[in-house]
T-cell receptor
Framework: DAGVIQSPRHEVTEMGQEVTLRCKPI?????LFWYRQTMMRGLELLIY????????DSGMPEDRFSAKMPNASFSTLKIQPSEPRDSAVYFC?????????????FGPGTRLTVT | QKEVEQNSGPLSVPEGAIASLNCTYS??????FFWYRQYSGKSPELIMFIYSNGDKEDGRFTAQLNKASQYVSLLIRDSQPSDSATYLC???????????FGTGTRLLVSP
């Protein structure tokens, strides 16, 4: 059974460019989360979806960030324009709803470097 | 005050010893508690979770909850060098799917 899939695994871009990160959640999971991890701030939740609907985007740092989930098997996180301070590892995670079971399973992450 | 706090470490223990990792949380409404292990350069991996109704043991790992003092602990018995990683504590509040993560404790198990 495939886990959460993310692409690309590494992205290097210049300041001002648009960056799109992609995620395929585990089949059957109805929650999807986007996180950002840096040494300084640790793991931060950016946004999460339930059944493809954005539920909480309070962690999105600013309007340069946007996320979509057009269907149950695909989500994107877009940064436009990118800035050096956006450099981080971005993780996607998914979770099923089984009673009280809310375990989140993480993808391998995308390491973003903005120069 | 941070919502979830952990000592950054490193916590160094010899092989075969018990490693004890702790985490404190600020929201008394928290109901579910999770421990993730993250190897360097890898993604967080769920190893244990407990709900507000008790402790849990799984192999060499035991998660304990002290609601009165608002802390969660993870005990690793017979620690192995392969346990060397950063351990992230995460807390979820009732009615929400959001996990709030601590910044992690780095564990080093020496042979």
């Amino acid at each position: 059974d495939a886990g959460v899939i993310q692409s690309p695994r590494h992205e290097v871009t210049e300041m001002g460019q648009e960056v799109t990160l992609r995620c395929k959640p585990i089949s059957g999971h109805d929650y999807l989360f986007w996180y950002r991890q840096t040494m300084m701030r640790g793991l931060e939740l950016l946004i999460y979806f339930n059944n493809n609907v954005p539920i909480d985007d309070s962690g999105m740092p600013e309007d340069r960030f946007s996320a979509k989930m057009p269907n149950a098997s695909f989500s994107t996180l877009k940064i436009q324009p990118s800035e050096p301070r956006d450099s981080a590892v971005y993780f996607c995670a998914s979770s099923p709803t089984r009673g009280l079971s809310y375990e989140q399973y993480f993808g391998p992450g995308t390491r973003l470097t903005v120069t | 005050q941070k919502e979830v706090e952990q000592n950054s470490g490193p916590l160094s223990v010899p092989e075969g010893a018990i490693a004890s990792l702790n985490c404190t949380y600020s929201d008394r409404g928290s109901q579910s508690f999770f421990w993730y292990r993250q190897y360097s350069g890898k993604s967080p991996e769920l190893i244990m979770f407990i709900y507000s109704n008790g402790d849990k043991e799984d192999g060499r790992f035991t998660a304990q909850l002290n609601k009165a003092s608002q802390y969660v602990s993870l005990l690793i018995r017979d620690s192995q060098p392969s346990d060397s990683a950063t351990y992230l504590c995460a807390v979820m509040n009732t009615g929400f799917q959001k996990l709030v993560f601590g910044t992690g404790t780095r564990l080093l198990v020496s042979p």
